[in-house]
C-alpha cells in the first residue's frame, strides 16, 4: 500500500466520516496537539526516569483521543473527564513539591529534557488557543479545556524539576 493517496492534492482532508478543507479548526487544532505529541516522545529521549516515562505515554495517550474527540465532534462521544484533570492536577503538584517558588521569568534551557519539554508546553499553549477559537464556534468538552490548560502547566512544571531537581 502506498503512503500517499492524491485525495488531498485540492487542499481536502477526511475528517472522521466527512471531507474538510486542510484549513479547517478542526484540523488546525489536531495538528497543534499532534505536534506536541511528538514533542512529548521527544523528551523521553532525554529522561531516564521510567515512571515519568508512563505519565508521558498517558498524556500522549490522552492527547491522542482528544484529536478523535475533536473530530467525531459530538457530545456524547466526549472522552476527557474530571478524573483526568484531577490526575494531571496531582502529578503537577508533586512535581511542584519539589522546587522552589517561583520569583522571577525563568528561561527552561539547563538540559534537554527541560527544552523538549518546553517545546512540548509551548505547541500545547498554541493548542489550547487554537481550541478557544473552536469553542466559539462549537460546543466543546469543558474537561478537555480544562485538561489542555493544566497540561501546559505541567510540562513547565516537570521542565523546571529536570533543570532545578535532576
Not at 490522552?62 to 483526568?84: M, V, W
Not at 527552561?108 to 478557544?132: C, F, G, P
Request: proline fraction near 2%; aromatic fraction near 10%.
Amino acid at each position: 500500500m502506498k503512503i500517499y493517496t492524491k485525495r488531498g492534492d485540492q487542499g481536502q482532508t477526511d475528517l472522521m466520516s466527512k471531507r474538510v478543507s486542510k484549513a479547517d479548526l478542526h484540523i488546525s487544532v489536531n495538528g497543534a496537539f499532534d505536534e506536541s505529541m511528538a514533542f512529548i516522545i521527544m523528551s523521553k529521549h532525554y529522561i531516564r526516569l521510567q515512571e515519568i516515562h508512563q505519565e508521558l505515554d498517558q498524556i500522549h495517550g490522552h492527547l491522542f483521543s482528544i484529536c478523535h474527540e475533536i473530530a467525531l465532534n459530538r457530545e456524547d462521544k466526549y472522552i476527557t473527564q474530571p478524573g483526568d484533570v484531577s490526575w494531571l492536577e496531582s502529578r503537577l503538584d508533586h512535581y511542584d513539591s519539589f522546587l522552589k517558588p517561583l520569583t522571577k521569568f525563568i528561561k527552561l534551557d539547563q538540559t534537554k529534557a527541560a527544552s523538549w519539554l518546553n517545546l512540548a508546553r509551548v505547541t500545547v499553549r498554541r493548542a489550547e488557543r487554537e481550541l478557544i477559537l473552536l469553542s466559539q464556534e462549537q460546543p466543546l468538552n469543558p474537561h478537555t479545556l480544562q485538561y489542555v490548560n493544566r497540561l501546559s502547566d505541567f510540562l513547565f512544571t516537570l521542565a523546571r524539576y529536570f533543570d532545578e531537581v535532576q
